[in-house]
């Protein structure tokens, strides 16, 4: 998989190219009729488009759908691998994010403090 789209007048099969354009995250790029979703983002310049749990950058890594680096989103379809979908016109793709989400706060540690004994020294729910 190349990053760069051979140009029209350097092309020696002389394809006709039907251009499409995509919109990732905001914002329009354009591809070529044919071209993986990960063809288009490379095309366009973009080597990475998902962070991983560390928050290390993830873009495509295998090209052939194996290792899952390149997962995006697609018109609201989750983990759709860039390498394997072709681009469509007018696609949205949304990049995705498995970095650690932040911990919600520890309960209140009074809410889940254990009742006390009454008089006779019993607590709440048991003889």
Same mark, same amino acid.
């Given at each position: 998989?190349?990053?760069?789209?051979?140009?029209?007048?350097?092309? /020696?099969?002389? =394809? $006709?190219?039907?251009?499409?354009?995509? !919109?990732?995250?905001?914002?329009? #790029?354009?591809?070529?009729? +044919?071209?993986?979703?990960?063809?288009?983002?490379? /095309?366009?310049? =973009? $080597?990475?488009?998902?962070?991983?749990? !560390?928050?290390?950058?993830?873009? #495509?890594?295998?090209?052939? +759908?194996?290792?899952?680096?390149?997962?995006?989103?697609?018109?609201?379809?989750?983990?759709?691998?860039?390498?394997?979908?072709?681009?469509?016109?007018?696609?949205?793709?949304?990049?995705?994010?498995?970095?650690?989400?932040?911990?919600?706060?520890?309960?209140?540690?009074?809410?889940?403090?254990?009742?006390?004994?009454?008089?006779?020294?019993?607590?709440?729910?048991?003889?």
């Amino acid at each position: 998989m190349t990053p760069r789209l051979v140009p029209a007048h350097h092309d /020696a099969v002389r =394809r $006709t190219d039907r251009p499409l354009t995509v !919109t990732v995250d905001g914002t329009q #790029v354009t591809g070529v009729a +044919g071209q993986s979703l990960a063809g288009v983002l490379l /095309a366009a310049g =973009r $080597t990475a488009w998902r962070t991983g749990r !560390t928050g290390a950058p993830r873009g #495509v890594f295998c090209g052939i +759908g194996v290792c899952y680096d390149c997962l995006v989103t697609v018109n609201g379809e989750r983990d759709v691998r860039a390498c394997q979908r072709r681009a469509r016109d007018g696609d949205t793709v949304t990049t995705q994010s498995r970095a650690p989400r932040p911990r919600s706060p520890a309960p209140d540690a009074a809410s889940h403090a254990p009742e006390p004994p009454d008089a006779a020294g019993r607590t709440a729910g048991r003889p």
